[in-house]
């Protein structure tokens, strides 16, 4: 089993678990933001849309940090420490339904894009439990990115 002081570069199986727990609960809160001011014509349609997205990144923020834990990490716990580790942003209030779905987009990609390399430090520390959990949820945010570009036409 790895553990979480296995390095490969730079960086520690911990801490780009660590980065995911934090990206992901920074992406919950913004999600709840966008579900709570959404407004026009879209609506009815991005409200449930945006429920259905931030009760998804509640499960996958919990694995991650469970999995972090299980090779004896510490997960951050904090609105502060998250954002501090986080490398995508807050909502800032003023988005309209336009920008809510770019920000998304460009959230799903860097999260997506980061994991390849988390994938890839696993796979170097013969991790595959959080190999294996990263490319689960790279899949499933390449996937959102798609739909939500789509949306957006």
Known sequence: MAKATNKVGSTSIEQVLNRNVANLNVLYVKLHNFHWFVKGEQFFTLHVKFEKLYDEVTEKMDEVAE??????????????????????QEATGKEDSRAMLQSLIEDFTTIAEELTEGIE??????????ADLFIKIRSDFEKHSWMLRSFLG
């Open 67 to 88: 999995r972090l834990l299980s090779i004896k990490g510490t997960p951050a716990a904090t609105m502060k420490e998250y954002l501090e580790i986080a490398t995508i």
């Open 121 to 130: 430090l696993a796979e170097e520390a013969s991790d595959q439990p959080t």
